[in-house]
């Protein structure tokens, strides 16, 4: 399973890559490899105000669906439309095709999460 | 005959024995006392089956039905004529016992007439897509309100109080546990007030929800309401229809509405005591991942075949559970089969002609009502099948005076609108003869 360096992940298998006082969210190669063919993504809209843990997104796959939940609290400040017409472009490059761009509200909360070294542990245990 | 006996009083003891207690009223130990009946049922012990067919039968003709009543009551549930091949092809037994599919591809004939019913739904609406129905008109409502809040993230839902009195009882019922903000607009001759929906509407609500025609039976301003609804980004505007309406009325798509709701009862469902009625809703695509309930789609099998599927089913709780757009589960059945067969033996023309006269119908008695000055109009705006009029004696005097006529009066308003203290609702439908409404003119005109 894919886990790239430099940046954060969660325990329901989001990561986030910060850039300043912004970052992008998106899904694990392991979440999208659980989940299967993805067919839809329900995205948020811009300026949409979450807190940390809220689901923001939500992935759909052929049996199953599940909720994509905001490693941080922030505001959504863009969303990847291309993922409307092509869903499947999470399940070719999770890493590459993000989910949104949020600001973020709280930058000690990135404290909390998991670094790639934690994550790939992680999912050895899980 | 040896009479049918559930239990025996042997079986009885057999039974209260293996589960360890002595009486069957200990069964009912939950219930508190002052709520028991506290007596036995006053039936007789035994009756021969011929006895108690006779007894039953006896019994049965103190109901007044429309069979032996002319129907002036509307309110929510109508007299329209049903064709009689809407009740040979929904008696048919392939169709009449099976309930909502569970193991839905295997019941290719159940999906097609579901998938039918939803195209005929969506071609009456103007709408893309429509699910395989709900309970009835009030919880179709309540359905589209979860929707909006879904969509929206918001919970303030503003309804008209020209929307059905009982569809807002349902709405304040489902959305308690919701915690939805429910706040009424309120009405002025007959229709939803324009200046008082524009104050509330805010960037907190959710949807408005409106009827229309009305439960007075007026057409509302559509148009008008569309555009304070839609001023508003994000909010929602829900509209609940009269699809016999939709034979002569504008398709709540062509004008805007975003979620299209209504009651199907009219549709070849007969009255049976007040339900089980047809509740439809319908959205257009950017909604239908938001949808409750079962949504049929049509597909191709193996062999290239035209085939039907349950889709989108991860909106539903046996795949998202507790995030599931609504815990419905199930459909109309048997019901939503009646309104498909009903939609198609009439077709547009006919579906238009039924529509018309019913208009027509309606219009007549109306002049026909007002025209001594005994009875005067509550409202003076355009209506469709029901229309109120008022005076100075109380609707249930009048009412118990056309019954002795064998005439089923009209809704007394003054329950749900105090306001209209005598005002009484006439529903007209196509199934009237002129004789019959010059004969409800008479009685009336001889009341007073």
């Known amino acids: ?126 | 005959m040896y009479p049918y006996i559930q239990n025996t009083p042997d079986d009885v003891k057999k039974m209260l024995e293996a589960i360890g207690i002595d009486s069957v009223d200990y069964l009912f130990s939950d219930i508190p006392e002052n709520v028991r009946l506290n007596r036995e049922l006053d039936l007789k012990p035994s009756m021969s089956e011929m006895e108690i067919e006779r007894y039953m039968t006896d019994l049965s003709k103190k109901n007044m039905t429309i069979n032996n009543l002319t129907c002036f009551l509307g309110a929510g549930a109508y007299d329209h004529y049903i064709p009689s091949v809407v009740k040979h092809i929904t008696s048919r037994s392939e169709f009449y016992t099976s309930y909502t599919p569970y193991q839905a591809e295997i019941s290719q004939g159940t999906l097609q007439y579901i998938f039918e019913y939803q195209t005929l739904i969506c071609n009456l609406t103007g709408m893309d897509v429509a699910n395989a129905s709900l309970y009835d008109g009030g919880t179709a409502i309540a359905e589209a309100a979860f929707m909006s809040a879904n969509i929206t993230r918001r919970n303030q839902i503003l309804v008209s109080k020209t929307v059905n009195p009982q569809y807002r009882q349902v709405l304040k019922t489902y959305g308690h546990l919701h915690n939805f903000e429910i706040i009424e607009v309120g009405e002025e001759d007959g229709v939803t007030n324009l200046d008082e929906l524009k104050k509330l509407v805010t960037d907190k609500t959710a949807s408005v929800i409106v009827q229309s025609p009305n439960f007075f039976g007026i057409i509302e301003d559509l148009k008008a309401i569309e555009e304070i609804v839609h001023n508003q980004k994000k909010t929602l505007l829900i509209t609940s229809v009269d699809p016999i309406s939709l034979g002569i009325l504008k398709t709540p798509g062509s004008l805007g509405v975003d979620i299209v709701v209504g009651e199907g009862q009219s549709l070849g469902i007969s009255l049976q005591y007040g339900g089980p009625y047809l509740g439809f809703i319908a959205v257009n695509k950017a909604h239908m991942r938001k949808l409750p309930g079962r949504l049929v789609g049509q597909t191709v099998d193996i062999n290239g075949e035209r085939a039907f599927v349950l889709t989108l089913q991860a909106r539903e709780q046996h795949i998202r559970r507790e995030k599931a757009t609504s815990n419905i589960c199930s459909n109309q059945g048997v019901n939503t089969l009646a309104a498909a067969v009903y939609l198609v033996a009439l077709g547009k023309k006919g579906l238009r002609e039924v529509a018309i006269r019913t208009t027509q119908n309606s219009h007549y008695a109306y002049r026909e009502m007002i025209k001594s000055g005994k009875y005067k109009p509550l409202f003076h705006k355009p209506f469709f099948k029901e229309f109120a009029v008022t005076s100075n004696i109380e609707p249930d005097a009048i009412n118990k005076k056309l019954l002795d006529e064998n005439i089923l009066g009209g809704y007394a308003l003054g329950k749900d609108y105090p306001q209209y203290k005598n005002g009484i609702l006439y529903a007209v439908t196509e199934k009237r003869t002129k004789a019959e409404i010059d004969k409800l003119i008479s009685v009336l005109e001889g009341i007073i």
């Open chain 1, 1 to 126: 399973m894919k886990i790239l360096k430099d940046l954060y992940y969660t325990k329901d298998h989001e990561w986030l890559r910060v850039e300043g006082d912004e970052a992008y969210i998106g899904l694990t190669d392991y979440a999208q490899d659980s989940l299967g063919d993805i067919v839809y993504v329900e995205l948020p809209e811009v300026d949409d105000e979450f807190n940390k843990e809220d689901a923001f997104s939500a992935v759909e796959s052929v049996k199953a669906a599940s909720d994509v939940y905001m490693p941080v609290d922030g505001r959504i400040v863009e969303v990847n439309e291309s993922l409307l017409d092509e869903p499947n472009l999470l399940n070719e490059d999770p890493y590459k095709n993000w989910i949104v761009k949020i600001e973020i509200a709280d930058k000690s909360q990135l404290e909390e999460l998991m670094t790639s070294d934690e994550y790939e542990q992680y999912l050895e245990e899980v």
